[in-house]
């Protein structure tokens, strides 16, 4: 997918047969330059938002395993506890209690998920910090 910048790639500049460059020259290295960067940035702002979605998709992935786990176990134990319940109190307020219960511990665990996708930064922050050194780099080679 993502292929990491060499430092091959980058081109040394080459100098005037005279020994200074032609402004023209200086522009057209100065062109292929930033282009060489742009697109290093923008292969570190795929790799690194790849990383991301990635984790946010785990994060996803334990959400809807809580939520069935949650769902799954429960419903077992829901008929029990009913049951069990029922024979000190009438059926509807066993089931009543007993939902109350469950939906408890699946707000529980759905509050969980959401917490950690809060917490998660989309943002491709390495890319934007190499972004602001290559702008103060800029700034003092103009």
């Known amino acids: 997918m993502a292929r990491s910048i060499d430092n091959d790639t980058v081109r040394e500049p080459r100098p005037a047969s005279d020994g200074e460059a032609s402004l023209g020259e200086l522009f057209g290295e100065l062109s292929r330059e930033m282009t060489d960067l742009v697109r290093g940035e923008v292969e570190l702002a795929k790799t690194e938002m790849g990383r991301k979605a990635s984790s946010v998709g785990k994060d996803f992935g334990f959400l809807a395993a809580g939520i069935a786990v949650a769902y799954a176990g429960f419903l077992a134990l829901v008929a029990t ?3 069990a319940l029922a024979y000190a109190m009438p059926w509807w307020l066993a089931a009543l209690i ?6 408890a511990v699946g707000g529980f665990l759905v509050y969980q998920g959401l917490q950690n996708l809060k917490h998660t930064s989309l943002a491709p922050t390495q890319t934007l910090e190499t ?8 700034k003092e080679a103009i």
């Open 81 to 83: 506890i009913i049951i």
């Open 98 to 103: 007993v939902g109350v219960v469950v939906a």
């Open 131 to 138: 972004l602001k050194e290559d702008a103060e780099w800029t």
